[in-house]
């Protein structure tokens, strides 16, 4: 089952630029930068408050045939996923394929700090790009 929110992903068109923003603004921390050439994003992960609770994953495309750009490029700027935090990714994304949800990937891939990723499709979730995370080991990066 789904254990908490991990994080909710916003589109960005330039990541240092809205790194800045949410710091700025919100005061929010950046705890985590890194490039996952897989996916075609430049991510920053943002912690709110103490810092113990879901992140802010900002990303920002890599790449111009990217699924953040051509989201950006549909869509602008805006949220495009929501996050689950999952004990395990495997049986988390089985279970959801036996309620006959579409799991975009037959197998995990790489998500951030080593996390392993999976998500539904967005039109079998009402729309939403659902995101389920299995944490590595030693779990999420401190805040
Ligand atoms: C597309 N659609 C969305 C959506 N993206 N709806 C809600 N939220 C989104 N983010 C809608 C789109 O408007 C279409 O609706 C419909 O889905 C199908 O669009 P499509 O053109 O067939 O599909 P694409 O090419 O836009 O691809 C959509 C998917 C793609 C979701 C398949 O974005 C994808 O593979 N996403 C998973 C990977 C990803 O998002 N990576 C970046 C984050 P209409 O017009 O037909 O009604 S990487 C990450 O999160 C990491 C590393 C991490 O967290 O660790």
Redesign the pocket.
């Known amino acids: 089952g789904l254990l908490r929110i991990d994080h909710v ?1 916003i589109a960005v068109p330039d990541l240092d630029e809205a790194i800045r923003f949410h710091q700025e603004t919100f005061g929010l921390r950046c705890v985590h930068q890194e490039i ?1 050439e897989e ?1 075609g ?1 430049r ?1 920053a992960m943002l912690a709110v408050g103490d810092g113990d609770g879901p992140r802010i ?1 900002l ?1 920002a495309p890599a790449r111009p045939d990217s ?2 750009a ?2 950006i490029g ?1 869509s602008g700027p805006g949220l ?2 929501l ?1 689950y935090t999952v004990a395990d990714v495997e049986a988390a994304a089985a279970a959801l394929r036996a309620r006959g949800l579409r799991l ?1 990937y037959d197998a995990p891939k790489r ?2 700090a080593g ?1 392993r ?1 999976n ?1 539904v ?3 079998d979730a009402g ?3 659902v ?1 389920l ?1 299995e944490p590595a080991a030693g779990g999420t990066p401190a805040g």
Request: no cysteine; charged share 15%; net charge positive.
């Open positions: 992903g996952n996916q994003v991510e994953q990303l699924a953040i051509k989201f549909r495009q996923q996050a975009l998500g951030t996390s990723i998500f499709h967005p039109k729309g939403v790009l995101e995370v």
